[in-house]
């Protein structure tokens, strides 16, 4: 997991990793009003911002269900 400043640098973080690599990455904001870029089977503690594969966002019917604390 690793932390932005910024929703459009963790959503462009998240669009990269996924392209790169065969899996899926949600992007969340943590209560401290900062954006975290995860994979889908860690731990969200936040509100998803989005989810995304290959590079693309995915829509809600196509998301896996994130692990959440």
Known sequence: MNT????????GVART??????CTIVVYQTAEREFVTARSNDRVSG????????GYLLPPA?????IRR
């Open 62 to 66: 196509y998301r896996p269900e994130p």
């Open 17 to 22: 990793l996924s392209k790169r690599t065969p």
């Open 47 to 54: 509100l998803i911002q989005g989810v995304y594969r290959d």
């Open 4 to 11: 932005y400043p910024t929703s459009s640098q963790a959503t």
